[in-house]
């Protein structure tokens, strides 16, 4: 049985938005070491399922996938971001610390 991680990627550094980090993602565990290829320096592996990733819309959508497929799943909640609302014009304000 394979085991599978089912999680919400965060948002890459390159943006400022969330665009890409609403759906809901299910990849595969590694199930073989990664090795060295002496000719090349290149790193290999026998395992194909670490290269798959599925995307889904829900977390309901990858758990139904992961259980109608027979797979052991573990899912990984997204933390929760704390937002700080300030205003431009607090910068300049009396009152600010300095």
């Known amino acids: 049985m394979s ?3 089912i999680f919400q990627p965060a948002k890459t550094a390159m943006q400022s938005g969330k665009g890409n980090a609403k759906a809901w993602v299910l990849e ?7 090795v060295l290829d002496p000719l090349m320096g290149w790193t ?6 670490g ?3 599925i995307a889904f819309e829900s977390r309901d959508a990858a758990i139904a996938f992961a259980t109608r497929n027979g797979l052991a799943y573990s899912v990984a909640e997204p933390h929760a971001r704390a937002l700080k609302l300030r205003a431009y014009a607090d910068n300049f304000a009396y009152h600010r610390i300095r």
């Open 51 to 53: 290269q798959v990733r």
């Open 44 to 49: 290999g592996s026998a395992d194909t399922n």
């Open 3 to 5: 085991q599978v991680r």
């Open 28 to 34: 595969f565990a590694p199930g073989a070491p990664k």
